[in-house]
């Protein structure tokens, strides 16, 4: 039900008709919670209403830019109230809810797909909430190439088997002793930047679960296949086992859970969700993941878990490090490690208030859309009042009224279609700049935590596996030489004592070797995030940000300017006398 106290709306339950749902999600394909006045206005403006009752309905559900999906539902029940001629008062709306007969108004959806801007402006629709079918398994391979390798001829081969996950129907095989698949050049492919896989995050609206859980499900769209439904349990999951298998790789933080979240805390968690499947998808190296490949893929990800078991070792033991990659790590990688890590929060306080700056900035556009939408409706229902002369009456007209008039309807026409211009322009930042941002400070604060991983991780016992090897080689060599003077059973049981030590010290040395290749492997993937992930895509996409805000910012500049050029001609005429 909807409620109206100190100028608040509530919702209690309420049967909301299905033409409520179809139109939000025109203006709010990814279910983001809210959507802005001008969408608003735009679907009202399709209702045939008086301009002053869009003005009056817009006002009354909402002072801010946005509104709320229960906001939009109230502005939709006014407009069916008055367009069946009644009156549009939140009362009335609150007693249809009671009633469970919301009033459903005409609405012209397809109007909203053409609406353009008057200055020109035609943004990419964003996309719409994908259908869910069972999708195949993908054969995807690709070559790298090591940008920084001095051995240029050192490939990835095409469709290597994943150690850790092998087939829906077969659990997963063990590496022969000794064996191990070659890193090889785990650079990113020529001209990477223009080629980045990208995944789509939407909300579907309904939520599913029982009365006292109900959680938020997610529709993950990507270039691997059909659309499947994820809950966010399922990406924490995803992101614990990549921590397993790759703790020496950068892998980005998940967006908080939160009890009892609100719409925006869920917006803001469905874009991590976003960042986090991107980064992931184009690593060079956890992108390959066949786990990742089922979480992507897999339509009932919940009953594939519990039919099959995988396997969380850690990289190092099914990976090998090449002789020519080792030689590739320099000799003072541990301190421009260091540096890195000095820098890290500085870098962090620095991106996380640009990401600040840039959304008050958004925000400001979308308030600025906000007011001239506003002043549109109000410039609107003021010549639609003042028809006619005040001097001559209702019933008679003159030049100077009708001219001054028809200035007033084109400033309405040009200031509404900057509120359109300013409305997409917000939306695009939104989504390019802003999460451009925040995936820059993203990086930096999963470089941080790699770090706190590799100190609590990183460290072995091959100093003192070392000292336990020469005390048991110092005793095995003591009984080797007293054999000579012993007989019988002294004899048999010293030499079984010398077996021991010996087996032991065999055993010791072959883990030092093994811990040894570890520490290798650790060198080399440390030196392979700062050298590959990190300084490629902190610099790379960053240029491509700032490029691509640079250029959009100059056009949509140029058509704002035009706009009030245009403006200016137009009201030139406008009559003194």
């Not at 080629?195 to 939407?202: D, M, P, Y």
């Not at 009932?300 to 099959?308: D, F, G, M, S």
């Not at 790590?329 to 991106?351: F, M, N, Q, T, Y």
């Not at 410039?379 to 001559?392: F, G, K, V, W, Y």
Request: glycine residues 6%; hydrophobic residues 35%; neutral net charge.
């Amino acid at each position: 039900m909807f409620n109206a106290s100190r100028g608040q709306l509530y919702t209690v339950d309420a049967n909301i008709p299905e033409s409520y749902m179809t139109t939000y999600a025109a203006v709010d394909p990814m279910g983001s919670g809210d959507t802005s006045i001008n969408a608003l206005h735009r679907v009202l403006a399709t209702t045939e209403l008086p301009a002053a009752t869009v003005e009056r309905i817009v006002n009354l559900v909402s002072t801010r830019p946005r509104v709320s999906r229960l906001e939009f539902f109230v502005a939709l029940a006014l407009a069916g109230l008055a367009q069946s001629g009644k009156d549009a008062t939140i009362e009335q709306v609150s007693q249809a809810a009671q009633q469970n007969s919301l009033p459903e108004p005409s609405v012209d959806l397809t109007r909203l797909s053409t609406t353009t801007s008057t200055l020109g402006y035609n943004p990419s629709p964003p996309p719409a909430i994908p259908s869910f079918q069972p999708p195949p398994m993908p054969q995807r391979s690709q070559t790298y190439d090591d940008p920084w390798n001095t051995n240029s001829a050192v490939r990835r081969p095409a469709a290597v088997p994943d150690p850790f996950v092998a087939g829906y129907d077969e659990p997963p095989g063990n590496p022969p002793p000794g064996a191990g698949t070659s890193l090889l050049s785990s650079g990113l492919p020529t001209g990477w930047w223009s080629r980045q896989e990208s995944a789509i995050v939407t909300i579907i609206p309904e939520k599913q679960g029982f009365l006292l859980n109900r959680y938020t499900v997610y529709a993950v769209q990507t270039d691997r296949g059909p659309a499947v439904q994820r809950r966010y349990s399922e990406f924490a999951w995803l992101w614990d086992c990549l921590i397993r298998r790759y703790p020496f790789r950068v892998v980005p933080s998940l967006p908080p859970k939160r009890i009892g979240p609100d719409d925006q805390f869920i917006e803001q968690r469905r874009r991590g969700l976003a960042r986090f499947l991107v980064f992931v998808l184009n690593h060079p190296v956890l992108s390959q993941d066949g786990l990742l490949s089922i979480f992507l893929t897999e339509p009932h990800l919940e009953v594939w878990r519990k039919q099959n078991s995988i396997s969380l070792e850690e990289e190092s033991m099914s990976k090998r490090v090449e002789r020519n990659e080792e030689m590739s790590v320099p000799g003072d990688c541990s301190e421009k490690l260091a540096v890195v890590r000095r820098k890290l929060p500085s870098s962090i306080d620095h991106w996380t208030r640009i990401s600040i700056i840039v959304e008050r900035m958004i925000k400001r556009r979308e308030g600025a859309a906000a007011d001239f939408t506003r002043l549109t409706m109000t410039l609107n229902s003021l010549t639609e009042h003042n028809n006619s002369c005040s001097l001559r009456g209702e019933s008679d007209d003159c030049e100077l009224c009708a001219g001054v008039r028809t200035g007033l309807g084109r400033v309405a026409v040009r200031t509404g279609g900057l509120g359109e211009e300013l409305d997409a322009r917000s939306r695009v930042l939104n989504s390019t700049l802003l999460e451009a941002v925040k995936s820059q400070r993203d990086l930096y604060l999963a470089f941080q935590a790699l770090f706190v991983r590799h100190d609590r991780l990183g460290s072995d016992a091959v100093d003192k596996l070392k000292k336990r090897v020469e005390t048991a080689g110092a005793k095995h060599l003591a009984i080797v030489n007293s054999l000579e003077a012993l007989q019988g059973p002294a004899k048999s049981k010293a030499q079984e004592e010398g077996e021991k030590l010996r087996s032991s010290i065999e055993k010791d040395q072959h883990q030092i070797h093994a811990l040894l290749n570890r520490r290798v492997f650790i060198q080399y993937c440390m030196w392979h995030e700062l050298r590959v992930v990190l300084h490629n895509r902190e610099n790379a996409l960053l240029s491509l940000a700032i490029q691509q805000f640079v250029r959009e910012e100059s056009e949509f500049s140029g058509r704002v300017h035009a706009t009030w050029s245009t403006l200016s001609d137009e009201v030139d005429i406008m009559p003194y006398e």
